[in-house]
């Protein structure tokens, strides 16, 4: 059977390219193990209308001689290691009232997990940044992939000393938030965590310290938007300095949906692009100008990109190549590392301009989908997806729920077992003489069917629909 969900609109929104700034510098440590890749797509793309930016570009680009990070001040030679991360964040907190860095959990090997916010005249308190818009930067939780913790370092600083009005304007409205996502990997030069673990599998079950706090950080500050920054590993078909992708979960409230796409082609790709680069679709191979096969990109939950799709935050993907992409950079080894970290770096921007042109729709529609969704839980309208994804219409019926359940009941030991899991997605549920009820009419409803449904590949358990409340 075939179940199409409703056509996607078309989203206008003019994208300005350009910032950016320029030239960090270098690395020594070779990542290992970078991300695969992935897929094609509809999509109807407004041009970007606007002109480079070149007095952004060179405001964010004047760093304080005494807060360089050890990569910029390496010329892209060396990667800046956790300690020297940790003191750069000390003395950026100490040097300016615009940031505060803050612990919101500890590694399975106890490194703080440490979340920098930025803010113009000072940062906010939760409470007060969720009157306003949150953005919000995942650095390297694959640590093996250095180059987006080392772009997370320079734009936080660049943004809490910059004097450029646009950037000063957006600050007064925007807190931005970066958190350093996996600092044990980082330390061991390893995809995953001290546990063995793939922290961006991990958003649903949270078994990990990492994502667990990511999610809490998602959870408490609602941010607007989110671009989480990764590396890949090139071939001949999968080559280009940018790849990037929205969420294709389609759980995920479609305004969220097609924002994500603009955000990720018409933001971060153009700004990118504006610099020289080239952009890709992540997980897509391409010959002769032709996609041919989908080796990635795909629709689980667990991962970031679709996490927050789910969760009614605009996010993306950013995965810059890892390797030389020709032969300059096949001869400089600091050449390539500063490549690496000015794609991810320039991306980032691209999602602070999407806030920057964009912020009272982004406010009104995040929370437009979270009324839309809660809403469509207690009428039971609409249609559950265990499967399929954006390109993708699920193969059987056993992939879909046409008439969906208002809720499900937990057991006593579910309720026990998930309660922690549960609270820390910002799910409630409802304690009953069997167990507990997890209504489908509260925000999270997209993600509670993937959570509880026998029928969801990544499930946490396998609770009971309820169809009749
Ligand atoms: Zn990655």
Redesign the pocket.
Same mark, same amino acid.
């Given at each position: 059977m075939h179940v199409l969900r409703s056509s996607r609109r078309t989203i206008v929104v003019a994208a300005t390219v350009a910032l950016v700034a320029g030239g960090a510098a270098g690395l020594n440590g070779t990542a290992t193990g970078?991300?695969s890749t992935g897929g094609g797509t509809t999509a109807e793309v407004v041009p970007a209308s606007g002109e480079p930016d070149t007095a952004l570009r060179r405001s964010l680009a004047a760093a304080p001689d005494g807060l360089r990070t050890p990569f910029e001040a390496s010329n892209g030679k060396t990667w800046t290691t956790v300690a020297q991360a940790q003191k750069f964040w000390r003395d950026l907190d100490a040097s300016t009232d615009r940031v505060r860095v803050s612990t919101v959990g500890r590694t399975n090997e106890g490194r703080p997990l440490q979340l920098v916010q930025v803010g113009n005249p000072a940062p906010r308190s939760v409470a007060e940044a969720r009157t306003g818009s949150v953005l919000l930067y995942t650095c390297s939780? #694959?640590g093996n992939?250095p180059s987006g913790r080392e772009a997370c370092l320079q734009l936080a600083r660049d943004m809490a000393t910059t004097t450029d009005p646009a950037w000063q304007r957006l600050l007064r409205t925007t807190t931005v938030l970066f958190i350093n996502a996996n600092p044990d990997g980082w330390q061991a030069n390893t995809?995953a965590n001290a546990q063995g673990l793939d922290v961006?599998r991990d958003y649903m079950a949270l078994e990990s310290p990492e994502a667990t706090a990511i999610t809490k950080v998602i959870r408490d500050w609602k941010p607007d938007v989110l671009n989480d920054l #990764? @590396?890949?590993g090139p071939n001949q078909y999968y080559k280009t300095d940018l790849l990037q992708l929205w969420p294709r979960n389609r759980q995920a409230d479609e305004e969220i949906h097609d924002l994500a796409k603009t955000m990720s082609e018409e933001y971060a790709a153009a700004q990118v692009e504006s610099l020289g680069y080239t952009s890709g679709e992540y997980g897509l191979y391409v010959k002769d100008g032709e996609q041919f096969l989908q080796v990635a990109g795909d629709e689980q939950g667990r991962i970031l990109r679709n996490y927050a799709g789910l969760s009614h935050v605009v996010g993306m993907l950013s @995965?810059t190549a890892n390797k030389p992409l020709d032969d300059a950079e096949a001869a400089d080894t600091s050449l390539l590392n500063r490549r690496r970290v000015e794609v991810n770096y320039t991306s980032a921007v691209g999602s602070a301009q999407m806030v920057l042109e964009n912020r009272a729709t982004l406010v009104r529609e995040t929370a437009a989908a979270a009324e839309r969704v809660t809403r469509e839980g207690a009428e039971q309208s609409g249609v559950v997806y265990f499967a399929g994804q954006d390109n993708v219409i699920p193969e059987s019926s056993a992939e879909v729920e046409p008439e969906p359940m208002c809720g499900y009941q937990l057991t006593a030991a579910q309720r026990t077992e998930l309660a922690p899991v549960l609270r820390a997605h910002g799910i409630t549920w409802r304690t009953n003489a069997g167990g507990a009820f997890v209504k489908m009419a509260q925000e999270d409803q997209p993600l509670i069917p993937l959570l509880l449904d026998a029928r969801s590949e990544h499930r946490i358990a396998e609770a009971t629909p309820v169809d009749d409340c």
């Open positions: 970078p991300d939780v #694959h992939e995809r961006n #990764h @590396e890949y @995965e």
